[in-house]
C-alpha cells in the first residue's frame, strides 16, 4: 500500500513550456484533489474531482487542466508554464467527502524560469 | 470567504515544554477542522480531525479542541520532543469538497 504517489518530486520549466504531474494513489479514493503551496501562504485548492469522469475547479484553476479517467489517477497539466505557477504542488486524496481525513502526497516542487 | 489564521508564525520551546498552537477561522459554518503536520521537503501528515459536533479529539500526547461559536481551535502537544519540530498546518473543510488552510506555525524544539 504505497498510500498517494507523485511523480516527478523536482522540475524545473522554462517559460511557455507544457508539462503534466502525475499523482496516483492505490486506497480506492473517490476524492482526489492537487493544491498548490507557496511561502508564507496556505495550500490553496486547484482543482478537485470526486469521481473518475467528474471533476471541478477549485480556488486558482487557470492555467491549469485536469482529468480523471481512473479512480487510481489524477494528472495535473499546465498548460503554457508561467514563472508565477513557481511552487510546490500536493495531491491529495480521501475515501470520500465531508468526514474523511485527507491523504497527501509527498509533493512536487516545480521551478519556471 | 473562509480566512484561516495560525499565530505566531513561528515557535521556538525547550524540550518538555508543553506546546500550545493556535487556529482561528472567521466563518463557523464549517463541517470539520484538520491538524497536519509537515516536515521540511514533505507532504502533509494528518493528525486530528474533528467534526463539527465535537469539542475535542485525543491522540497520544496530542489533543486539539474545537470552539465553533468563537472560531477558534487548539491544538496542545504534551511533553514536546526535538521530534516535534515541524510546521503545523491547521485546515477547515467549508462544504463536501474544499479545505481552506492557515499557513501553518514552524515549531523548534530546543533539545
Known amino acids: 500500500n504505497a498510500g498517494v504517489t507523485q511523480t516527478p518530486k523536482f522540475q524545473v520549466l522554462k517559460t511557455g513550456q507544457s508539462m503534466t504531474l502525475q499523482c496516483a494513489q492505490d486506497m480506492n479514493h473517490e476524492y482526489m484533489s492537487w493544491y498548490r503551496q507557496d511561502p508564507g501562504m496556505g495550500l490553496r485548492l486547484i482543482h478537485y474531482s470526486v469521481g473518475a469522469g467528474i471533476t471541478d475547479q477549485g480556488e486558482v484553476p487557470n492555467g491549469y487542466n485536469v482529468s480523471r479517467s481512473t479512480t487510481e489517477d489524477f494528472p495535473l497539466r499546465l498548460l503554457s508554464a508561467a514563472p508565477s505557477q513557481t511552487s510546490v504542488y500536493f495531491c491529495?486524496?480521501?475515501?470520500?467527502?465531508?468526514?474523511?481525513?485527507?491523504?497527501f502526497g509527498p509533493g512536487t516542487r516545480l521551478t519556471v524560469l | 470567504k473562509q480566512e484561516v489564521t495560525q499565530i505566531p508564525a513561528a515557535l521556538s520551546v525547550p524540550e518538555g515544554e508543553n506546546l500550545v498552537l493556535n487556529c482561528s477561522f472567521t466563518?463557523?459554518?464549517?463541517?470539520?477542522l484538520q491538524w497536519f503536520r509537515q516536515d521540511p521537503g514533505k507532504g502533509l501528515t494528518s493528525l486530528l480531525l474533528i467534526q463539527s459536533s465535537q469539542r475535542e479529539q485525543t491522540s497520544g500526547r496530542l489533543n486539539a479542541s474545537l470552539d465553533k461559536s468563537s472560531g477558534r481551535s487548539t491544538l496542545y502537544i504534551a511533553a514536546s520532543q526535538p521530534g516535534d519540530s515541524a510546521t503545523y498546518l491547521c485546515?477547515?473543510?467549508?462544504?463536501?469538497?474544499?479545505?481552506?488552510f492557515g499557513a501553518g506555525t514552524t515549531v523548534t524544539v530546543r533539545a
Open positions: 466563518d463557523s459554518a464549517i463541517y470539520n
Open positions: 485546515a477547515v473543510r467549508l462544504d463536501d469538497y474544499k479545505l481552506s
Open positions: 491529495a486524496s480521501s475515501y470520500s467527502t465531508g468526514a474523511d481525513t485527507q491523504y
